[in-house]
């Protein structure tokens, strides 16, 4: 079985696009989402927006994953169309470029390395970490990782994480985010004047907490996963953090249209080059991608995966609050 230099060598055959693929899938996957939101406003039947309400929910979680491999350069480098199609939805979807591909190139090159693995991710310490920190610090970090804090990643990590915090650090830096934040006002302001509040929730509020709501879920799981594992610094090696610390999310077909395959997200940070539409093939192509420890949408995988809290370094597993308590 290849490993180090040797495994991330060979999957760089895969990390090549077929331009007219990745046209096609941003521009389908754009316009059905236009049109799913025309349907949250003009749909004369209720039921009929609040269908298009969910709907445009998941595709925004399909167009994210698109963004996320074009700031990767996966897709659709050195075209200004696409530059500008993708800046513009990074704002939309209060992602912007200058924080979310700063954060998440971190992540790729530290994931799951302990002291460093929470920016652009989760935070996660070891026990005795956590044992030493006051009660203040604490209940952030756990408040941090609570089930509330993922469900509501619309507020807590895309509003205020990646948006507002960002422009109040450094407003010259990060001014998209300032922009962001005035667009999704502007926006919801505009809804809410022309339509009332069943045309701001449909439209806007409903679409973008399913979107976010499922985004911080799988930014969570995908290395937040019973069999999960952290390394310190020394010890830590990029495949190895690929492959032993990286999920495979399986879902049904339906779910992996709409999430673009970032199931396979141990493939992706493998070679985070290889675009959506490879990864299966790569993981087909590479036994060695086939070893990753698997997680699903199903109620015990994720109780399973959100109960996991803390590092013991003793026992090399991830632990939840009732394992620390018996220490």
């Known amino acids: 079985m290849r490993t180090g230099k040797e495994l991330i060598q060979a999957s760089k055959a895969f990390a090549k696009e077929d331009r007219k693929k990745s046209w096609w899938f941003t521009l389908s996957t754009l316009l059905l989402l236009i049109l799913a939101l025309a349907g949250t406003y003009w749909n004369i039947s209720i039921v009929g927006r609040i269908g298009c309400s969910i709907l445009s929910g998941l ?19 050195n075209s200004k169309i696409a530059d ?20 998440h190139d971190f992540h790729h090159n530290h994931n799951s390395k302990l002291h460093v693995s929470d920016i652009g991710s989760f935070p ?26 993922i469900l509501f990643g619309y507020l807590t990590i895309f509003t205020y994480s990646f948006c507002v915090s960002s422009f109040v650090k450094s407003s010259k830096r990060h001014w998209d985010c300032g922009l962001a934040l005035f667009i999704h006002f502007a926006i919801g302001v505009f809804l809410l004047l022309k339509g009332g509040w069943l045309a701001l929730l449909l439209t806007l509020v409903g679409p973008h907490f399913i979107a976010c709501a499922m985004g911080s879920y799988l930014f969570y799981v995908q290395h937040n996963f019973p069999g999960a594992s952290f390394k ?20 049904n077909p339906v779910m992996q249209w709409f999430t673009g395959n970032i199931g396979l997200h141990h493939v992706h940070h493998l070679n985070s080059r290889i675009p959506f539409y490879r990864l299966e093939e790569a993981m087909a192509s590479m036994p060695e991608l086939n070893t990753a420890v698997t997680t699903s949408f199903r109620l015990k995988d994720v109780i399973s995966c ?14 939840g609050l009732n394992e620390l308590s018996n220490h």
Not at 90 to 102: D, E, M, N, Q, V
Request: charged share 15%.
């Open 306 to 319: 959100l109960r996991l809290k803390l590092w013991d370094d003793e026992k090399q597993t991830m632990i």
């Open 124 to 149: 996660t310490i070891t026990k005795h970490q956590f044992l030493g920190l006051c009660k203040k610090q604490q209940f952030i970090y756990l408040a941090l990782r609570h089930p509330l804090n």
């Open 84 to 103: 500008s199609i993708m800046s513009l939805f990074g704002i939309y979807i209060l992602a912007p470029s200058s924080i979310w591909k700063r954060s």
């Open 232 to 251: 310190v610094l020394h010890d830590w090696k990029y495949d190895y953090a690929a492959l032993h610390s990286t999920s495979y999310l399986i879902m």
């Open 59 to 77: 595709l925004l979680v399909r167009m994210f994953v698109i963004y996320h491999d074009h700031q990767h350069f996966a897709i659709l480098s």
